[in-house]
Structures are given as structure tokens and as C-alpha cells.
């Protein structure tokens, strides 16, 4: 059982099968039909006009922000955005584009005024402020629909475009129960990570106009992302965004018995009430040892990260009981 991130499942059967009877050519001649079927399916049913399979969230990212800016400009986002802080700042590296993070709310948001106050004006002075990247789910935290419109209004104010990472994007739209379209209709451009919950074994999306995903394909290729019979794992995406996104109101459903099972122990703390999806917070006192508590476990074959505060991620991978398997053994430790 490992509890470190849901990046950790693995293909399904039916994955599998799909990978070993797909058809495929060359993608950089735009000759694998499964690759195109699913770019295709894909702008469809998110809304958008195109889409580009690319190898990682981290490479999705790093083309939509590069689509968007060019060498000089900045983008706003997050202090907590993973495409800020965890992507080894490959915006400002390869694309020569300047972050400009504001510190995220308690909720996840990005609030509007610290944003406007950050917004650089027309002058030779400064960076030209092109975009704004939001995050869904941020943190296991859902944005609201309401904050969504409100954040597409303050975009059309200020001449900016709109990014979402939505490496978990499914996992808000599950969430809040709604078509992924009420969420994606507020961007320019969108990525999905289709190896995380929703267990393809490789590769994102990124979904946008034709214009800006023409440009992220000729950037793509650049960064050595052209892949050739790439259709073997184009046939495990579809999978996961046709089969795998009802597996992911279980690993909430997890998440939530994992929660409470977790307030019940002495020396963890927990906010039921942040927890929105399958990502699971635990600040630790003192008494606990973490380190040693995560090798014990780890010998009997559950995996944690220890770190405090502490994240659990729930996943396919991972049953009702073992949540309940793991409670026990962490009881017994502590
Ligand atoms: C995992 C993740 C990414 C990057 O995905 P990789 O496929 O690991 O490169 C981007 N954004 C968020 C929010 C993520 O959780």
C-alpha cells in the first residue's frame, strides 16, 4: 500500500490490452490514428478546439505557459502552484518568463486585489503581465464554479489570458458533481494529468485554441517531446478519462474515512472540512515520530511519505480496507 501520491497506480487490464492493440504511426508526422483520435476527443468533450498529448503535467504546463508568453513577459500564479514551485522553474529556464506569485488563500484561491496590485504597467520598466495560472485542485482543494467566472471576468479586465493546471482537474469536477465543461469553459487553455488518479501509466493533455496548441506542438517538439508510436500510450489515456474517472469518488469517499480515522489518533490534527478530494493533511505534535513510525511500516509494506505536515493520498491502489489496515497499524505505532 503506498499512501505518497496518486502518481503510484498502475494501468489497468484494460489498459494494458488497449497499449498491446493499438494502432499506431509516426506522431511527429501526425500519422498515429490513435493519438489523433484521442487529441481529437478530447478538445470535444472539454470544449476546447484542440488538444496536444504531451509527456508529463510538467511538459503540458511549461507549453501552455509558453504558448501564452513570450521571452520578457510574466505570469501570475500562486505561491503554492506547482508550476511554480515544484516544476524546477522551468518557465523562467526554458521560456524566459517571469512568475509573479501572490500567496494563495486558505481555500486555495488566488485573491483578486493582491493580484490586481501586482499587475505591471505599461512601461519599459517591467515584465508585460500576459497570464494568470490557476490551480484545480489545488492541494486536494476544489476552487469554487463561482471563483472560476469571477477570475475569467478579472482576465477580460486586464487584457490577461487564463491558464488552469488541472493536473486534478477530474478530481473537482467529480467533487462538486458537475460536466468537466463547467469548469474548463472559463480558460484558454487547460492541462490534465492523465497518470495520476486516473491511472494512464504516462502523459497529460494540454487543451486550448488551435492557434495556441499550433504553438505549443512546434514547442513541444523543440523540448524533445515529439514521440513517435506514441499511440501505445495515447490508447491508455482514453482509458483513463472513459473508465477511471468513477474510481475517483471512491478515493474521496477513502479520503474522508481516512480523515476521520486520523482525528482519532493522539498527536495527529486534521481539517475534515479541507479535505475535498483524495489528498489528506495531518499535522503531527511532538510526540510523534514520524520517521521512525514510516519505517516500521514501511517493513510491512505501507509506504508514507514522513514529513509534517503530512500527506496522504488516496488512489485506486489502494482499498476501503486498506485505509482501514492502515489506521490499525498506525494506532499500534504511535
Ligand atoms: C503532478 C502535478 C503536475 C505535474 O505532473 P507530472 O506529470 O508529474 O509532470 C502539475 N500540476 C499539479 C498540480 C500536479 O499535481
Known amino acids: 500500500m503506498d499512501f505518497r501520491s496518486d502518481t503510484v497506480t498502475r494501468p489497468t487490464q484494460a489498459m494494458r490490452d488497449a497499449i498491446a492493440n493499438a494502432p499506431v504511426g509516426d506522431d511527429v508526422y501526425g500519422d498515429d490514428p490513435t493519438v489523433n483520435e484521442l487529441e481529437a476527443w478530447a478538445a470535444d468533450t472539454h470544449g476546447f478546439e484542440a488538444a496536444l498529448f504531451t509527456s508529463s503535467g510538467t511538459q503540458a504546463n511549461l507549453l501552455g505557459l509558453m504558448a501564452h508568453c513570450e521571452r520578457g513577459d510574466e505570469y501570475l500564479c500562486g505561491q503554492q502552484a506547482h508550476n511554480y514551485k515544484y516544476e524546477a522553474g522551468g518557465a523562467a529556464v526554458l521560456g524566459s518568463i517571469q512568475p509573479q506569485p501572490v500567496m494563495n488563500e486558505p481555500d486555495g484561491t488566488l485573491c483578486f486585489k493582491k493580484l490586481e496590485a501586482v499587475i505591471k504597467p505599461e512601461d519599459f520598466h517591467f515584465a508585460r503581465t500576459k497570464l494568470l495560472s490557476l490551480e484545480n485542485t489545488i492541494n486536494g482543494k476544489v476552487l469554487p464554479l463561482s471563483y472560476l467566472a469571477e477570475a475569467r471576468e478579472f482576465v477580460n479586465k486586464h487584457g490577461l489570458k487564463l491558464h488552469l ?122 510526540s510523534v515520530d514520524i520517521d521512525n513510525i514510516a519505517a516500521k511500516l514501511e517493513k510491512e509494506g505501507i509506504t508514507i511519505t514522513p514529513s509534517n505536515p503530512i500527506r496522504f493520498v488516496t488512489h485506486k491502489d489502494v482499498s476501503t480496507d486498506d485505509i482501514d489496515v492502515l489506521l490499525e497499524k498506525l494506532a499500534e505505532k504511535l
Open 165 to 286: 493546471d488541472g493536473a486534478r482537474v477530474y478530481n473537482a469536477a467529480v467533487a462538486l458533481d458537475v460536466d468537466i465543461k463547467e469548469i474548463a469553459q472559463h480558460f484558454d487553455t487547460m492541462t490534465i494529468c492523465l497518470s495520476k488518479g486516473l491511472s494512464a501509466p504516462i502523459g497529460s493533455l494540454l487543451l486550448g485554441d488551435t492557434v495556441t496548441i499550433n504553438k505549443a506542438r512546434r514547442i513541444r517538439k523543440m523540448l524533445g517531446g515529439g514521440m513517435r508510436q506514441v499511440g501505445l500510450l495515447a490508447a491508455a489515456g482514453k482509458l483513463a478519462l472513459t473508465e477511471q474517472v468513477a474510481q475517483l469518488k471512491v478515493d474521496h469517499d477513502n479520503a474522508q474515512k481516512l480523515v476521520h480515522g486520523l482525528a482519532k489518533l493522539p498527536g495527529f490534527s486534521v481539517k475534515p472540512e479541507l479535505v475535498q478530494t483524495n489528498i489528506v493533511f495531518a499535522k503531527l505534535d511532538q
